[in-house]
């Protein structure tokens, strides 16, 4: 028997647009009331409120023309990756990214076990404190020259850097576009429901899935010998090393800009353009070639970025067609009639399935919570709790989804394909549902 073999990336995402431009048709259109909530500064729904609504079907031509309408929704996403890949093919057309990374493998020699924890760390640390996502896509180019010189195979990269960032935000304890925005809405504290349990929780959950990313890059690396012939790298230069120098700094000022100063996609991009710009001028490019490497980076980013646009569309077709309400409270309404521990863990499987058309999970926090807190309250169980499900059942979805822009992007440019990345996910996916629903359930027993 042939192993499965998903289509195309694009061939999977406008099948998912078709997918959606259907459900238009089948499902009744319904809406929720919405108000400005004054304390999360966004519009929510109103809980009770849900109505259905005249029919909007979208057509297929509409369904079409949705599609630029989705590229334009995620426009300073997919001119960020565009930006961020061009300054980056600048910096590697200096010779200095593939000097450092030499310089780095030849550091670690004797230490490589050190490698995937580390930079697992690192991705699941962004993931916990800024959601981090789109952003990886800029870091593909280094992190597969490094993974090259190490031994290690794209899935690997796809493993460390996306993947350790999605379970970094499912259990993060201070994710503000996640669980923060999350509780607020539900209108609990940061501190309260067990702030040592989610600690805990994010723990394990960085252990799981450290350990099978390290077994599976153990399972598949390179021979030594084969490393080495494959090893071709410039030799670390005094133009090389202050091009390193700005892009730290570049880095330094890109993390102060997004903790401190809130920036959004557009500062980011116009930072690395700006680095991009400087690292051709200080690596010797000059003028002609450090734009002819922007044009070179633009083409090589921009089926990836192309593909976040596409995923926002699946999204635009189902809001057009006045169904993503209707699919929310048909989820939701058969919760209130389960025990208290059965229905948190329905709260889990209702925001994977939701998260799958609402790939956004601060919009999906707007979108869900004013509906499961009071649902929560109905049922005897702590608010914090219908967090936990969220954080749970929605941020672990990000690992599989192909609705995820950033997921499918960073696997494109990676060159791994879909099927293969689920066969290596999903049983950590599984694994890591079952370790949030543990959570849930001593969260339920601590609260009594």
Not at 166 to 195: C, L, M, R, Y
Request: some cysteine; proline content about 5%; glycine content about 10%.
């Amino acid at each position: 028997m042939r192993s499965l073999r998903f289509p195309h990336p694009l061939v999977l995402l406008l099948g998912a647009v078709g997918l959606a431009a259907l459900l238009t048709w089948l499902l009744p259109a319904g809406r929720f009331e919405r108000r400005d909530d004054p304390v999360t500064h966004r519009s929510v729904v109103v809980p009770g409120t849900f109505a259905h609504v005249a029919a909007a079907p979208v057509g297929a031509f509409q369904a079409v023309t949705d599609v630029p309408k989705g590229l334009a929704d995620a426009a300073s996403v997919v001119f960020f990756v565009f930006l961020t890949g061009a300054a980056f093919t600048v910096v590697d057309r200096t010779g200095a990214l593939r000097a450092a990374v030499d310089w780095l493998a030849r550091t670690l020699a004797s230490r490589d076990a050190l490698v995937i924890p580390v930079i697992c760390l690192f991705f699941a640390a962004g993931g916990a404190l800024e959601n981090m996502g789109e952003e990886i896509i800029a870091l593909v180019p280094v992190l597969l020259v490094l993974a090259a010189r190490l031994g290690f195979d794209p899935l690997t990269v796809a493993a460390m850097s996306i993947g350790s960032a999605a379970v970094g935000a499912a259990f993060s304890p201070v994710n503000p576009f996640q669980v923060i925005i999350a509780q607020k809405i539900a209108g609990v504290t940061a501190t309260s429901g067990g702030i040592a349990l989610r600690g805990a929780a994010f723990g394990l959950a960085f252990a799981i899935w450290t350990w099978g990313t390290a077994r599976y890059a153990a399972r598949t690396r390179t021979p030594a010998a084969e490393r080495a012939a494959a090893a071709d790298a410039p030799p670390l230069t005094g133009r090389a090393a202050l091009v390193l120098a700005l892009v730290l700094a570049s880095f330094a000022v890109f993390l102060y800009g997004v903790l401190a100063l809130g920036w959004d996609f557009d500062q980011m991009a116009a930072l690395f353009f700006a680095m991009g710009i400087l690292a051709g001028v200080i690596g010797g490019l000059g003028v002609a070639r450090t734009a002819e490497a922007m044009v070179d980076g633009f083409r090589d980013m921009a089926f990836a970025a192309l593909l976040i646009g596409f995923a926002r569309a699946i999204f635009v077709v189902l809001d057009q067609g006045r169904v993503v309400d209707t699919i929310v409270y048909g989820l939701s309404a058969p919760l209130a009639h389960l025990p208290v521990l059965l229905s948190a863990l329905g709260m889990m499987a209702a925001h994977t399935a939701i998260h799958v058309p609402v790939p956004s999970v601060s919009g999906q926090a707007a979108l869900t919570m004013p509906i499961f807190a009071p649902l929560a309250d109905l049922l005897g169980m702590p608010r914090d709790v219908a967090v936990l499900a969220y954080q749970y059942g929605g941020g672990l979805c990000e690992l599989i989804t192909p609705t995820n822009g950033a997921l499918v992007a960073i696997l494109t440019a990676s060159g791994v394909r879909y099927e293969r990345w689920l066969k290596f996910a999903l049983p950590l996916w599984g694994a890591l549902l079952a370790l949030g629903a543990l959570a849930v359930f001593v969260a339920i027993v601590a609260a009594r």
